[in-house]
C-alpha cells in the first residue's frame, strides 16, 4: 500500500457520534460532495470524483447555496464532464436564521433516497463564511442519522484556502488531471481574458499550483506524484480506517496533520 503511515483502526462512536449504520445489500456506491457554490465541490474533489467514477461509483454533487441561472449552467456542463448528477437546494447560507432548518427540509430527503456510503463537506476552517456556516450546520444532521433514518456515511472534509485546515489523507490524481482541468474550464465565470489565455480561468490556475503543493509534498516509493488533492477524515471506517484506502491503494497516501508542527519541532 502506498501509505506514508497507517493508522490501526477508528470507532465511529465519539463524543457521542451514532454509530455506523448497516448498509442493506441493494445500496449502490454512492459519494455525495456537498458545496456552497456551483464551483467548489468540481475545484475541491473533481479528480477524486474521476477516480470514483472509473470505479463504478455514483457521485452526486450538492450545492446548497443559491445560484444564477449563469453559474448553475456553467455547473451542469462540468457535471457532464465528470460523470456525476447535479443537484441544487437554492438556500442562503449567510445571515439564515433558519438554515438547519432549510437543510433538514431539502438536504435530509436527499440523503435518505441515496443512501451515500462516503460524504464530503467544506473545510471547517476554511476562510469563506458560507463555507464554515453549511459544514458546521451539516455536521449535527449527520451525527443525527439515525433518527433521520438514513445510514452513517463516511464523512471527509475537503482542502482549504492557504491550507487553514491542514490535510491528512492525499490521492493522487495525476492519471485523471487534464479531465479535471476540462471541467474547470466549464466555469467561464472565472474566465480573464486580459490575463489568462482561453484554456486557463481563476480555478485551473489555482488547481494547477495546489495540487502541484499537494503533491511534492509526498515521497514516493517509486516516482514523483504530481498532482494530488487532499482530504481530512472526520469519522472513517469502523474497520477499514477509509473505504478511499481500499479503492486507490495505489494513490492513497495517509499522513497525520501533525507533521507540520512536529517538523518545525525537530
Given at each position: 500500500?502506498?501509505?506514508?503511515?497507517?493508522?490501526?483502526?477508528?470507532?465511529a462512536r465519539?463524543?457521542?457520534?451514532a454509530?455506523?449504520?448497516?448498509?442493506?445489500?441493494?445500496d449502490?456506491n454512492?459519494?455525495?460532495?456537498f458545496?456552497?457554490?456551483?464551483?467548489?465541490a468540481?475545484?475541491?474533489?473533481g479528480?477524486?470524483?474521476?477516480?470514483l467514477?472509473?470505479?463504478?461509483?455514483?457521485?452526486?454533487y450538492?450545492?446548497?447555496?443559491?445560484?444564477?441561472?449563469e453559474?448553475?449552467?456553467?455547473a451542469?456542463?462540468?457535471?457532464r464532464?465528470l460523470?456525476v448528477?447535479?443537484?441544487?437546494?437554492?438556500?442562503?447560507?449567510?445571515?439564515n436564521?433558519?438554515?438547519?432548518?432549510?437543510l433538514?427540509?431539502k438536504a435530509?430527503p436527499?440523503?435518505?433516497q441515496l443512501r451515500?456510503?462516503i460524504?464530503?463537506?467544506?473545510?471547517l476552517?476554511?476562510?469563506?463564511?458560507?463555507?464554515?456556516e453549511?459544514?458546521?450546520?451539516?455536521l449535527p444532521l449527520?451525527?443525527?442519522?439515525?433518527?433521520?433514518?438514513f445510514p452513517?456515511?463516511?464523512l471527509?472534509?475537503?482542502?482549504s484556502?492557504?491550507?487553514?485546515?491542514?490535510?491528512?489523507?492525499?490521492?493522487?490524481?495525476?492519471s485523471v488531471?487534464d479531465?479535471?482541468?476540462?471541467?474547470?474550464?466549464?466555469h467561464?465565470?472565472?474566465?480573464?481574458?486580459?490575463y489568462?489565455?482561453?484554456?486557463?480561468?481563476?480555478?485551473?490556475r489555482?488547481k494547477?499550483?495546489?495540487?502541484?503543493v499537494?503533491?511534492?509534498?509526498?515521497?514516493?516509493?517509486?516516482?514523483r506524484?504530481?498532482?494530488?488533492?487532499?482530504?481530512?477524515?472526520?469519522?472513517?471506517?469502523?474497520?477499514?480506517v477509509?473505504?478511499?484506502?481500499?479503492l486507490?491503494?495505489?494513490?492513497?497516501?495517509?499522513?497525520?496533520?501533525?507533521?507540520?508542527?512536529?517538523?518545525?519541532q525537530?
Open positions: 500500500m502506498s501509505a506514508l503511515r497507517l493508522v490501526h483502526g477508528t470507532n465519539r463524543n457521542g457520534v454509530a455506523f449504520h448497516e448498509m442493506n445489500p441493494q449502490q454512492c459519494a455525495v460532495m458545496d456552497p457554490h456551483p464551483d467548489d468540481d475545484f475541491w474533489t479528480g477524486l470524483t474521476l477516480l467514477r472509473k470505479a463504478n461509483w455514483q457521485v452526486h450538492v450545492c446548497c447555496g443559491v445560484t444564477s441561472p453559474t448553475r449552467m456553467q451542469e456542463e462540468s457535471a464532464v460523470d448528477q447535479r443537484h441544487f437546494l437554492e438556500i442562503p447560507l449567510t445571515g436564521s433558519r438554515l438547519r432548518d432549510d433538514r427540509e435530509v436527499l440523503l435518505q451515500p456510503r460524504a464530503f463537506i467544506p473545510a476552517n476554511d476562510y469563506h463564511q458560507e463555507h464554515c453549511l459544514s458546521r450546520e451539516l449527520f451525527r443525527a442519522s439515525g433518527r433521520f433514518q452513517m456515511p463516511e471527509y472534509a475537503y482542502d484556502h492557504e491550507g487553514r485546515d491542514p490535510v491528512e489523507i492525499y490521492i493522487d490524481i495525476a488531471f479531465r479535471h482541468m476540462e471541467s474547470l474550464r466549464c467561464r465565470w472565472f474566465a480573464k481574458p486580459d489568462y489565455p482561453s484554456s486557463d480561468n481563476t480555478l485551473t489555482i494547477t499550483g495546489r495540487s502541484m499537494l503533491g511534492a509534498s509526498l515521497p514516493h516509493p517509486k516516482a506524484t504530481l498532482h494530488a488533492e487532499g482530504y481530512r477524515m472526520i469519522w472513517g471506517h469502523p474497520k477499514e477509509s473505504t478511499l484506502r481500499l486507490f491503494p495505489e494513490q492513497f497516501y495517509f499522513r497525520p496533520s501533525t507533521w507540520m508542527t512536529s517538523m518545525w525537530t
